[in-house]
T-cell receptor, first 111, second 114 residues
Framework: GIQVEQSPPDLILQEGANSTLRCNFS?????LQWFHQNPWGQLINLFY???GTKQNGRLSATTVATERYSLLYISSSQTTDSGVYFC?????????????FGTGTRLTIIP | DGGITQSPKYLFRKEGQNVTLSCEQN?????MYWYRQDPGQGLRLIYY???????QKGDIAEGYSVSREKKESFPLTVTSAQKNPTAFYLC?????????????FGPGTRLTVT
């Protein structure tokens, strides 16, 4: 099956810093989502981005499908950005595609 | 408000007992999914259903069972055959309209089996 690798596994930053999280995947995908898992375990949808670039406030994401990677950018980090960020991909052929998750990047923002 | 609800939030069971986790959605989504998350890991797919009265095994279906009798509901039973049932269980749903594959998640159920 498809492999999803996220880097770095852990990231510790001062409040106000910028960060880039990376997601590499091993095959063509037709679904890619970025999630933020908060301390209570809730998965919050950040982006649905199988290709192209999107922005939402301080967050933006880019997926280069032909090169099989996606990047999540967080600017001017706040303590509320702390948590685990997951990339998940879906492969063509299953209708409503099942998602394969990476193991996440744990982001800690220090005041 | 539209959304996905899971109950209970925390569940404790003795080894050897079956337990059923509830998942309900009022988003009118066709597809529903169950995932399992272990500490420090990503999510892994247990079962999914694209339509009422139909469901498919995911990557780790052994020891679990599901039913899909209503569009809104997709309960998961963790049976005594599941070797390591203690985990965080998340339910998700997606629609076939507009963004066909974007999945939305419920708040999860933490199951502890002793």
């Amino acid at each position: 099956g498809i492999q999803v690798e996220q880097s770095p596994p852990d990231l510790i930053l001062q409040e106000g810093a910028n960060s880039t999280l990376r997601c590499n995947f091993s095959d063509s995908v037709n679904n890619l989502q970025w999630f933020h898992q908060n301390p209570w375990g809730q998965l919050i949808n950040l982006f649905y981005i199988p290709s192209g670039t999107k922005q939402n406030g301080r967050l933006s994401a880019t997926t280069v499908a032909t090169e099989r990677y996606s990047l999540l950018y967080i600017s001017s980090s706040q303590t509320t950005d702390s948590g685990v960020y997951f990339c998940a991909v879906g492969v063509r052929g299953f209708g409503n595609e099942k998602l394969t998750f990476g193991t996440g990047t744990r982001l800690t923002i220090i005041p | 408000d539209g959304g996905i609800t899971q109950s209970p939030k925390y569940l404790f069971r003795k080894e050897g007992q079956n337990v059923t986790l509830s998942c309900e959605q009022n988003l009118n989504h066709d597809a529903m999914y169950w995932y399992r998350q272990d500490p420090g890991q990503g999510l892994r797919l247990i079962y999914y259903s694209q339509i009422v009265n139909d469901f498919q095994k995911g990557d780790i279906a052994e020891g679990y069972s599901v039913s899909r009798e209503k569009k809104e509901s997709f309960p998961l039973t963790v049976t005594s055959a599941q070797k390591n049932p203690t985990a965080f269980y998340l339910c998700a749903s997606s629609t076939g309209q507009g963004r066909p594959y974007e999945q939305y998640f419920g708040p999860g159920t933490r199951l502890t089996v002793t």
